[in-house]
């Protein structure tokens, strides 16, 4: 399976950063195909351009910023975000990065007789989220309603891809657990993606 791997993290050693590298090795020693796609390191623009916006309707709409970036999500099987929650939700330049190629066209196509949106993305067969909340899991499932994992599941991935497999693994509580819970953590990672 070739997989998108995408990090979402301003710091070269932060955990995700390690949470990204930990999945790319466990994914490459099952054998399979690994793209590392850092959207800092490799200088992705979040915001949304004018003409992309005012195409958004179009039926040829505006992917010429982003256009390596649409060519690597259309060559993946499956897609596997790496990010950190802050303030119950994505990174700014997460949520660009679906803002942006998560487009009309790419992601999804408009119903002619306008409305709804048809899933595009019928080659990702799997989706998976591998995050970090600063808050307790208590906090972040039962006072917030696990914000996320909501628009990751219910929003983006089922309106953009049919029968994906999704799945959220998170480590709650990330400005107090030990070093101990933090290996712990990546080695759940990495035995849940050996059963890939």
């Known amino acids: 399976m070739r997989i998108l791997l995408v990090l979402a993290h301003p710091l ?9 590298a930990t999945a790319k090795a466990a994914l490459e020693k099952s054998g399979h195909s690994v793209d590392l796609l850092d959207l800092y390191r490799e200088g992705f623009d979040p915001r949304l351009q004018e003409q992309e916006r005012r195409g958004y309707f179009d039926t040829l709409y505006d992917t010429a910023g982003v256009d390596e970036i649409v060519a690597r999500l259309r060559a993946a099987d499956g897609l596997i975000l790496v990010f950190p929650q802050w303030w119950f939700n994505f990174p700014a330049i997460l949520k660009g990065f ?10 999804f196509d408009h119903e002619q007789s306008g409305g709804r949106i048809l899933p595009r993305l019928t080659n990702i067969k799997l989706f998976w989220a591998l995050t970090t909340t600063g ?6 499932k039962l006072y917030m309603g696990n914000p996320v994992r909501r628009l990751l599941k219910r929003g983006i991935a089922a309106f953009c891809a049919r029968d994906v497999k999704f799945r959220m693994i ?12 933090r290996a712990a953590h990546l080695a759940r990672i990495e035995k849940a993606l050996k059963q890939i």
């Open 12 to 20: 070269t050693d932060s955990f995700a950063a390690g949470v990204a």
């Open 98 to 107: 679906f803002d942006r190629v998560f487009a009309p066209g790419v992601a």
């Open 170 to 181: 998170s480590l709650h509580d990330m400005d107090r657990v030990t070093a101990t819970r």
């Open 135 to 140: 808050s307790p899991w208590w906090v972040v």
